[in-house]
């Protein structure tokens, strides 16, 4: 089987790294959103993190999934573990559910959105 770490980061296609402050192209739409990091005034700064989107039903809201490895040093082994993190989705996005994202810290825009989808990677 190999090692448990290695083909499970290759699985989840080494999700949930931290990198710096992301700067991907702007998207070919245009928004009126204020809340856009593109269009608007809301800055990025923090975490970056990659994500699947299991819930776009919300008004300019989505749910990503973040699958990532938890070392329990009982066991000398890693388990999976997940996440889900709410993030605005800006309308010249429009991330839909199944999608893969990128998403990144921003200011708080409501109680559980700190988040906000700045790429999308393509379909899972």
Avoid: W
Avoid at 25 to 41: A, E, L, Q, Y
Avoid at 50 to 59: Q, R, T, Y
Avoid at 76 to 84: A, D, N, P
């Amino acid at each position: 089987m190999g090692n448990l770490k290695t083909a499970l980061k290759s699985e989840f296609g080494g999700a949930g790294r931290t990198m710096s402050p992301p700067s991907p192209k702007r998207p070919k739409k245009s928004c009126d959103d204020p809340n856009c990091p593109f269009h608007g005034s809301l800055s990025v700064r923090g975490r970056s993190l990659d994500g699947l989107v299991v819930s776009a039903e919300m008004d300019k809201t989505a749910i990503i999934r973040r699958d990532y490895l938890h070392y329990v040093p009982k066991y000398k082994r890693y388990e999976r573990r997940k996440s889900h993190i709410p993030a605005h989705n800006p309308p010249c996005l429009n991330a839909k559910e199944g999608e893969q994202v990128k998403i990144a810290e921003c200011r708080p825009i409501s109680k559980t959105v700190a988040f906000v989808v700045v790429a999308i990677r393509g379909d899972q």
